[in-house]
C-alpha cells in the first residue's frame, strides 16, 4: 500500500484559495475578487479561489476577527487539509490599524490561527495580493519537503497506522 | 406551512459565503425547494465602530468612517464630515462640493458595475462577471490616478477635499466617460437580452412597494419597487443643488414596477448611464475656489473643540440612503457619540419578505440582489427536526444549485 | 392607531409643521434645532432639519401626529447614556417622495430615566424599526415595549449580556472587556 505522504509529491503547484471575512471592510475583499478578474487574472497561474475549505490549500483572511468569527475562523482552519498556508491580507488582520481598541475584537489573526503571510496595505493592491500568493507557494514547497522528510524519518508510525 | 408529519427544514447560509460581501447569517425555514420563512441574523463583522470614536477627535474619526465599508467608503466620510460641518457650522467651498459629487458618482460607478457582475456570477453567467469586472477597471484607474488609491481614497476631511482636480485628471475623467459611453451597452445588452438571465431575475426575490415602504426600504431596492425616492433628488446636497436629478425607478422604462430582482439589475444599471451624465455635468460645472475652508489642520482642530451640538449627515449612497448623528461637546476634542447607519442595515430588515415562496436555489441571487455589503459562506448545515438527522451540503453544491437552475433553463 | 400606508404627494412648509406641533404639545415639546441645510454654487437653501424633544408620555401621541402629515420614514435611533437618563434619538424624514427639494428631516429626543427603562415599541407602526430597536436594546440597555424579538442583532451568543456596550456607567464595558490590538 502506497503511504499517504507519498501523495504530496504529486500535489500540484497551482494553489487553490479559500477566502474569509473576519470582520474587514469588504475593501480587501473586493481587491482580491478583482485579483481573480481578467485585469490581474490569477487563474493564470492556476489559482482560483474555492467554495468550501475541505479543497484549499490556502486560506485568505481579512478583517480583525469579531467575537463571533473567532470560532468560525478556528473551523475554517482546522478544515484545510495540511500542508497549508494562511495568508491575512490588509493591515487590520495584520496589525488591528485603526480597530485597534474595541469590546468586540480578539484579532489580529495571528492571534487566532497560526499565519504564514501577512500582506500589508489599507487594502492592499492586487499586485501585492499576487506577490504574497508567490511567497506562499514557497512556504507551501517548504511545508511539503519538511512533510515528506518527516515521514522518511519515521516510517515505522505511519507504516502502523496503515496496516 | 408544514403540517405535522410534513417538516421543514432549517438551513443557515453564512456566515461565510462566496457570493456575499458581508459576512452575515440567514436562516431559512425550507419546505422542500420552497423557501417558507426566513430569518436574518447580522452581527458577523460588528466591530464596535462607534465605541471606537469615542477616543478620537473628528479628524482621526475620518479614517476610520472611511473604513466602514471599502466599497462605498467615500459615501461614509462625505456623510460624516457632513454631519461635523453641521455641528461647528462650517461652510463648505463650491468647489469642494463639485469635487465630493464627482469622487460620490465615480463610487456608484465601480460600486454598480461591480454589484452587476456578482449578480451574473451567482447565476452562473461566468462571462458576464468577467466582462463587468474588466469595465469596472476603467474607473477603478480614474480613482487611483485621481486620489493615489484604489480603495479607501483619503479624499475628504471636515471643511472640504483634500485633492484638486488637475487637468490630467479633467482629461482622465472626461476620456472614461466616453470610455462607458461607447462600452457599457454591450454588458447592459448581453445581460437584459438574455432570455435565461431574465427568466432568472424576473420575479425573483420580489418587494412590493407597500413591503418596501413599510420596512423603510432604502436607494435601488427601494426604487425597484416603484418608488421615486433618491435623496440627491428629495434632499439635494453638495453639489446635487445645482442638478436636476430624478429617481430612476423602472416604471418610467418598462410601464411597471415589479420590484424584483430583475428590476433591482435595472435600475443600478441605468443609474450608470445617469451618473455619467452626473460626472459631465460636474466637470462642465466645476467653480474656480479653494479646496478646504481651513487648510491648517490644529487651527480647525481648535474650531472643531469649540463646536457644540448634534449634526445630522444624510446622503444617497450607492446602496441607498447613508445616515450619519455625530455629537460634540464644546471644550471637548473627541467626538463625544457618533451613530452610523449604512443602508444594507435597512435593506437587511425586508430581506425575510423577499425570501418567501422563492427557491432555494434562487437564495444567493436574492441575498445579493440588495447589495450587501464581500465575502462568503462556507458551509450550511440542513437540520431535520423530525430525526435530529444532520447532513451537510456545502457552499460549493448550493452554488452548484443556483447554477443547475441557469442550466436547466438553457435546456428547455 | 394611523392607518397610513402611502407616502403622500404633496409636501407641507417645514414651518408650518413646527407651528402645528408645538401647538398642539405646547410644553411638552420642545424645538431644539431648526437648520436650513444649503448647497450648491450659490448656496441657497435645500431642504430643512427640525430636532425637537418630547416627554416620553406623549412621545406615541406626537408619532401619530407625524402619521398625519406623512409616512414616517424611519433613519435609525441613536442615543446615548446621559447620566440620570439615556437618550434616544429617532431618525426620520417626512415627504421623502413628495416633490423635489421638499424632505424634511424629523428628529424626535426622548429622555428615558435609569430607573425605568422602557420605551414604547414602534414596531407595528413601522416594521422597518426592528433592528434598530433590538441594537438600542443590546446596548444601552433600553427596553421595548410591543417588541416581538428581542433577540440580540450585534453582539455574539455568548455575550454578557449584562454588558451594554455604549453605556458609560457601570454597566457599560470595563477595562477588562475592551482589548487593544496589536
Known amino acids: ?163 | 406551512m408544514a403540517s405535522e408529519n410534513v417538516s421543514t427544514y432549517k438551513l443557515p447560509i453564512g456566515p461565510v459565503h462566496v457570493g456575499l460581501k458581508e459576512p452575515i447569517t440567514a436562516w431559512l425555514d425550507i419546505d422542500g425547494e420552497k423557501i417558507v420563512n426566513a430569518t436574518i441574523r447580522p452581527g458577523a463583522i460588528h466591530r464596535g465602530i462607534e465605541f471606537m470614536a469615542r477616543d478620537r477627535n473628528p479628524i482621526q474619526v475620518i479614517s476610520l468612517s472611511e473604513r466602514i465599508c471599502g466599497i462605498c467608503s467615500f459615501s461614509h466620510v462625505t456623510c460624516f464630515v457632513r454631519a461635523v460641518e453641521n455641528v461647528a457650522d462650517i461652510p463648505v467651498p463650491s468647489r469642494a462640493q463639485y469635487i465630493r459629487a464627482l469622487v460620490l458618482e465615480l463610487e456608484r460607478l465601480h460600486s454598480h458595475i461591480l454589484w452587476a457582475g456578482v449578480a451574473c456570477y451567482s447565476i452562473g453567467y461566468d462571462s458576464a462577471f468577467h466582462l463587468g469586472m474588466l469595465l469596472r477597471e476603467k474607473v477603478m484607474d480614474v480613482l487611483e490616478a485621481f486620489t493615489g488609491n484604489r480603495v479607501n481614497y483619503g479624499m475628504g476631511t471636515v471643511g472640504g477635499v483634500r485633492w484638486d482636480v488637475t487637468s490630467e485628471v479633467d482629461k482622465t475623467v472626461r476620456e472614461m466617460v466616453s470610455f462607458y459611453r461607447n462600452e457599457f451597452d454591450a454588458f447592459y445588452d448581453v445581460v437584459t437580452e438574455d432570455p435565461i438571465a431574465k427568466a432568472r431575475m424576473r420575479g425573483v426575490g420580489v418587494l412590493t412597494r407597500e413591503e418596501a415602504i413599510r420596512y423603510c426600504a432604502l436607494g435601488p431596492t427601494a426604487r425597484a419597487s416603484g418608488i421615486r425616492c433618491d435623496l440627491r433628488w428629495s434632499a439635494p446636497y453638495e453639489a446635487y443643488g445645482d442638478m436636476d436629478i430624478k429617481p430612476i425607478v423602472p416604471q418610467d422604462y418598462y410601464g411597471k414596477a415589479y420590484g424584483d430582482v430583475f428590476d433591482r439589475f435595472l435600475v443600478r444599471v441605468l443609474e450608470v448611464y445617469q451618473s455619467l451624465d452626473i460626472i459631465e455635468n460636474v466637470m462642465d460645472g466645476l467653480p474656480e475656489g479653494p479646496l478646504m475652508w481651513e487648510p491648517k489642520l490644529p487651527k480647525l482642530l481648535a474650531h472643531l473643540k469649540k463646536a457644540d451640538g448634534m449634526g445630522w449627515g444624510a446622503i444617497e449612497a450607492p446602496r441607498g440612503d447613508d445616515t450619519h448623528v455625530v455629537r460634540l461637546t464644546g471644550g471637548q476634542e473627541n467626538v463625544t457619540w457618533w451613530k452610523v447607519r449604512a443602508p444594507t442595515y435597512a435593506n437587511a430588515v425586508s430581506w425575510p419578505l423577499m425570501f418567501r415562496n422563492n427557491e432555494l436555489a434562487d437564495a444567493p441571487l436574492i441575498i445579493n440582489s440588495v447589495d450587501p455589503c464581500i465575502s462568503c459562506m462556507e458551509r450550511m448545515l440542513i437540520t431535520d427536526r423530525s430525526s435530529d438527522a444532520k447532513q451537510v451540503v456545502s457552499k460549493a453544491e448550493l452554488l452548484e444549485k443556483c447554477r443547475e437552475k441557469t442550466r436547466r433553463l438553457m435546456q428547455s | 392607531m394611523p392607518c397610513r400606508k402611502d407616502y403622500v404627494k404633496e409636501s407641507k412648509d417645514p414651518h408650518e409643521v413646527v407651528a402645528c406641533i408645538t401647538e398642539k404639545f405646547e410644553k411638552d415639546v420642545s424645538i431644539d434645532i431648526f437648520r436650513e441645510q444649503k448647497a450648491g454654487i450659490k448656496n441657497e437653501t435645500q431642504f430643512y432639519e427640525v430636532w425637537l424633544t418630547i416627554t416620553r408620555e406623549r412621545f406615541l401621541e406626537l408619532i401619530d401626529q407625524l402619521f398625519e402629515f406623512d409616512f414616517l420614514h424611519f433613519h435609525i435611533t441613536s442615543g446615548n447614556d446621559d447620566g440620570d437618563v439615556v437618550t434616544l434619538y429617532y431618525h426620520f424624514s417626512l415627504f421623502r417622495v413628495a416633490e423635489q427639494g421638499k424632505r424634511l428631516g424629523m428628529t424626535v429626543g426622548v429622555a428615558v430615566p435609569k430607573e425605568d427603562l422602557v420605551m414604547p415599541s414602534l414596531f407595528d407602526r413601522i416594521p422597518g424599526i426592528e433592528y434598530s430597536e433590538r441594537e438600542i436594546r443590546e446596548m444601552l440597555g433600553v427596553d421595548f415595549d410591543g417588541l416581538p424579538n428581542k433577540a440580540l442583532v450585534f453582539l455574539p451568543e455568548d455575550w454578557d449580556q449584562t454588558i451594554k456596550p455604549w453605556r458609560r456607567d457601570e454597566t457599560g464595558p470595563g477595562p477588562e472587556v475592551v482589548r487593544e490590538l496589536s
Request: glycine share 8%.
Open chain 1, 1 to 163: 500500500m502506497m503511504k499517504l505522504e507519498k501523495y504530496l509529491e504529486v500535489l500540484p503547484k497551482s494553489l487553490w484559495v479559500f477566502a474569509c471575512n473576519s470582520g474587514s471592510c469588504n475593501g480587501c475583499d473586493i481587491e482580491i475578487v478583482a485579483t481573480i478578474s481578467p485585469r490581474y487574472d490569477i487563474e493564470r497561474f492556476g489559482m482560483k479561489l474555492v467554495g468550501t475549505p475541505k479543497h484549499a490549500d490556502v486560506l485568505l483572511v481579512t478583517g480583525p476577527v469579531t467575537r463571533f468569527m473567532k470560532p468560525k475562523l478556528e473551523r475554517i482552519y482546522a478544515q484545510i487539509p495540511d500542508p497549508k498556508v494562511v495568508m491575512v491580507i490588509g493591515n487590520c488582520g495584520c496589525s488591528g490599524d485603526v480597530f485597534y481598541k474595541s469590546y468586540n475584537l480578539v484579532g489580529p489573526v495571528d492571534n487566532v490561527i497560526p499565519v504564514d503571510v501577512y500582506v500589508h496595505g489599507c487594502p492592499p493592491r492586487p499586485e501585492a495580493i499576487i506577490e504574497g500568493a508567490a511567497k506562499a507557494v514557497l512556504k507551501l514547497e517548504e511545508m511539503k519537503k519538511q512533510l515528506l522528510q518527516g515521514a522518511a524519518e519515521a516510517p515505522a508510525v505511519v507504516k502502523a497506522g496503515a496496516e
